[in-house]
């Protein structure tokens, strides 16, 4: 039997305590070295040496190969990005970020990931752990986010 990759999509929105002209220069792989603890990247393609379309990076991973991150759309103008990583054997994921400006000095971070399975063991993943631990995830990032907002510094998990 050939295999079957199981397909799952999640969605998650943020609040961050900033406009977002403060927030979107932060979704970036160098910038989110300064407040997300445990964030490493080496950049692989970047004109810039920043985030933008066509950039390349790839971050460690708890399996044997590296996580490759392409970066499909970069539009700083109506504060959107789409990521496609890409960690062989394991999985592929899509994620959509769209700013909006709530008016009040701070911004809806609306987030969505698209998993799909390379393996058996990543479907059984999706299929039991991914709501739990992609919620862990969402509100870490949104704390460690807002701590740096506010105090201009890392906060350490």
């Known amino acids: 039997m050939e295999f079957q990759g199981f397909q799952a999509s999640k969605t998650y929105k943020q609040i961050n305590n900033a ?18 603890d445990g964030w490493d990247y080496k950049m692989i393609f970047s004109k810039s040496g920043l985030i933008e379309n066509g ?3 790839s971050t460690p991973h708890h399996g ?3 996580t490759i991150w392409y970066v499909s759309e970069y539009d700083k103008l ?3 990005i789409e990521f496609v990583r890409f960690t062989p054997k394991e999985e592929v994921v899509k994620i ?8 009040n000095s701070t911004t809806s971070v609306n987030i969505t990931y ?19 631990e992609f919620e862990e995830n969402m509100q870490w990032w949104e704390k460690a986010i ?3 907002i506010e105090n201009g510094k890392k906060l350490m998990k």
């Not at 959509?96 to 008016?103: A, K, Q």
């Open 55 to 57: 950039c390349v990076f």
């Open 114 to 132: 698209q998993y799909t399975a390379l393996s058996s063991i990543k479907n059984d993943w999706i299929k039991h752990k991914l709501d739990d």
């Open 78 to 80: 109506n504060f959107k």
């Open 19 to 36: 406009p977002p002209e403060v927030v979107f220069p932060l979704l970036c792989p160098v910038r989110e070295k300064d407040w997300l």
């Open 146 to 148: 807002n701590y740096y």
């Open 64 to 66: 044997i190969e590296e």
């Open 96 to 103: 959509n970020i769209f700013l909006v400006d709530n008016g």
